[in-house]
């Protein structure tokens, strides 16, 4: 099983103007299926990250009955994707903009706006928060995104890894863990396949937008080890860290 170092060199400020306890944002994408949001739960409760903040999950909020991203999603695809509580209809959703790239991109322009907002107003929160952090803790915040770079949304953030994995294995997990039809998992997949550090990859390696990638096709102990390796590795970062120890 792995163990956690006992100390990390890790990436703690962007300028040495900054605290060296300030906390850093770790962006994590990768294309359905890559196992990313295994990834991001395995920095915190493995490797003692501070926090996770997952898109997806976050995106929920400004789906609320009421709200003003709901109101404009009804407007643009009409009521009928709402169902009788007022809430939104994710399947019928998913059904229309899984299979047509505009609708996908037209819905991304209404919501990606409403979700970074509630994401920095919780990054902030967690910052403030952090001289009540525990020391053993790495200062660092997870945030899960598969549309990071298509969102342009890298100001947020001080490093950006991308999560990959052979495509068999990708939709064998759709299939099983998401309850979809092997098509269905397919189709998902190929929509993602424009995606910002997924299709072009390789360029965004090369043009320093991504600053590590990390590969899935083994054990969640060889995925651990791959993490805290990156961790701990200067060039996993945006920028030259200011090295601290974090005893775990």
Request: glycine share 6%; aromatic share 4%; proline share 4%.
């Amino acid at each position: 099983q792995f163990k956690i170092p006992p100390s990390f060199a890790l990436a703690m400020s962007k300028s040495e103007e900054h605290d060296t306890r300030a906390v850093k944002v770790l962006g994590v994408c990768g294309g359905i299926g890559s196992g990313k949001s295994q990834a991001c739960k395995l920095l915190v409760s493995e490797l003692g990250c501070i926090a996770h903040i997952d898109a997806d999950t976050t995106a929920h909020v400004v789906y609320d009955p009421g709200s003003k991203a709901l109101e404009e999603i009804a407007d643009l695809f009409g009521s009928d994707i709402l169902l009788e509580d007022g809430q939104i209809d994710r399947k019928k959703l998913g059904s229309i903009v899984f299979a047509d790239k505009n609708a996908m991109s037209q819905l991304e322009h209404i919501v990606w706006p409403h979700v970074k907002r509630v994401i920095q107003s919780r990054i902030e929160e967690l910052r403030s928060n952090n001289n009540d952090t525990d020391d053993n803790k790495v200062p660092v915040i997870v945030l899960e995104a598969a549309m990071l770079l298509d969102a342009e949304w890298e100001d947020l953030l001080d490093g950006l890894w991308v999560v990959t994995t052979p495509p068999d294995v990708a939709l064998d997990r759709l299939v099983t863990n998401r309850d979809l039809n092997i098509e269905e998992a397919q189709k998902r997949m190929d929509a993602q396949a424009s995606r910002r550090g997924v299709g072009n990859l390789a360029e965004e390696v090369k043009n320093g937008v991504v600053t590590c990638v990390i590969e899935n096709k083994g054990s969640i102990e060889e995925l651990t080890s791959a993490l805290g390796g990156a961790l701990t590795n200067p060039s996993s970062w945006v920028s030259p860290p200011v090295a601290t120890s974090v005893k775990k």
